[in-house]
T-cell receptor, first 116, second 112 residues
Framework: EPEVTQTPSHQVTQMGQEVILRCVPI?????FYWYRQILGQKVEFLVS????????KSEIFDDQFSVERPDGSNFTLKIRSTKLEDSAMYFC??????????????FGPGTRLTVT | SQQGEEDPQALSIQEGENATMNCSYK?????LQWYRQNSGRGLVHLIL?????REKHSGRLRVTLDTSKKSSSLLITASRAADTASYFC????????????FGAGTRLTVKP
């Protein structure tokens, strides 16, 4: 069964450094998402992406964050200058469709980001 | 922003018993989805229920949706120790780009 994959599984970085989290969505999916989950807290929506542009972003997704689909398979989340509070599990998700059709999202296993 | 809120926050039952988890939300929705998360792992999609549906079944799972009360419930029948996990409801607001908002989750422990 096709699945969303994410790399690395765990990333440790120093405060102020840039990190890039990578995701490979399911191949025929068109809609891509990033979520984060701070340890012990709820999953929070960050951004959705379709047709090579951001569809929607939350208030968490500030200028320090950016997303890109550099080729036909990868979907990346970049944090330019990491802060301690960026430490969280970051989940990528993809779906075949969106809008009124209401298709389910498939989640990757997550990347645990630790900022020291 | 709209978010689902689950209750109870934690639920502990014996294997074989049924588990019921509830979710409430604040605004009109397009659909509501339930996910399971094993400790430290990714989210697994369980069921999607659309706003014009009232009940859905999948194996031992039964989900109801009451849009007049803005609430949903997830029932797991004949629970097993392997059902131990956190369960989240997530809502998609009508008109949104399928962007989901998650509740805080219910931590279910099924004791063998």
């Amino acid at each position: 069964e096709p699945e969303v994959t994410q790399t690395p599984s765990h990333q440790v970085t120093q405060m102020g450094q840039e990190v890039i989290l990578r995701c490979v969505p399911i191949s025929n999916h068109l809609y891509f998402y990033w979520y984060r989950q701070i340890l012990g807290q709820k999953v929070e929506f960050l951004v959705s992406f379709y047709n090579n542009e951001i569809s929607e972003k939350s208030e968490i997704f500030d200028d320090q964050f950016s997303v890109e689909r550099p080729d036909g398979s990868n979907f990346t989340l970049k944090i330019r200058s990491t802060k301690l509070e960026d430490s969280a599990m970051y989940f990528c998700a993809s779906s075949a469709h969106s809008g009124i059709s209401s298709y389910e999202q498939y989640f990757g296993p997550g990347t645990r980001l630790t900022v020291t | 922003s709209q978010q689902g809120e689950e209750d109870p926050q934690a639920l502990s039952i014996q294997e074989g018993e049924n588990a019921t988890m509830n979710c409430s939300y604040k605004t009109s929705i397009n659909n509501l989805q339930w996910y399971r998360q094993n400790s430290g792992r990714g989210l697994v999609h369980l069921i999607l229920i659309r706003s014009n549906e009232r009940e859905k079944h999948s194996g031992r799972l039964r989900v109801t949706l009451d849009t007049s009360k803005k609430s949903s419930s997830l029932l797991i029948t004949a629970s097993r120790a392997a059902d131990t996990a956190s369960y989240f409801c997530a809502t998609v607001r009508f008109g949104d780009n399928n962007d989901m908002r998650f509740g805080a989750g219910t931590r279910l422990t099924v004791k063998p």
